[in-house]
């Protein structure tokens, strides 16, 4: 194992673990965490925009997003590191969930990990493009050939799903893999100059 892998690992059962245990909170105090998903164009709602991509509206949806959240952001920390995932996470959440602030439908309530799911896709299948690593490359492929279906989540497809949370998500993470991505290690100015023959 890689000296990142063991960090990765703990980090995202971690984060898993704490989705279970919020919602197992939910469930025994009859959905009061309910109230701290996202209402849109609610001033005093702009609080909720990070607490609302830890909450879930049941198991069924939780399970829903437990798996591709485990496994995406297992290799986004894998291959980025502890804190520069943390930040393409963190930029994420707040884009997914302005995004839903500004743009759901009325009188709705947003929660769920899925937003940062599909930040997650769209951080893994261009951050290799944009820093120019073959291995990265080759993950974003296989990323997008396993989970590409979920961009049909990020239409307006379905009122019961929140495809606005989806699609800035989606714009979160590419945004994340330009603001975030690895510069060039070792270059200088004085490196690129050449004496003259």
Known sequence: M????????CLMLGWVALLWVLEGVDFVTGGALDTFGIQPREPAELVDVVPAAFLHF??????????PLLLLGFIAALRSGARRFLAV??????????????????????????GVVFGLFG????????????????????VGAVYGSILWGALPTDSGISWQGHLFGLIGGVVAAFAFRERARGTTAAAAVRPVP
């Open 2 to 9: 890689t000296a990142r892998a063991k960090p990765a690992i």
């Open 58 to 67: 049941g198991f069924g949806h939780l399970a829903a997003n437990t798996v």
């Open 89 to 114: 996470v963190a930029l994420i959440i707040l884009t997914s969930g302005l995004g839903v602030w500004f743009t759901a439908a009325p009188y709705s309530n947003t929660a769920g990990a899925s």
């Open 123 to 142: 951080y893994l299948l261009v951050r290799g493009f944009i820093e120019r690593k073959p291995l990265d490359i080759g993950i974003g492929l296989v």
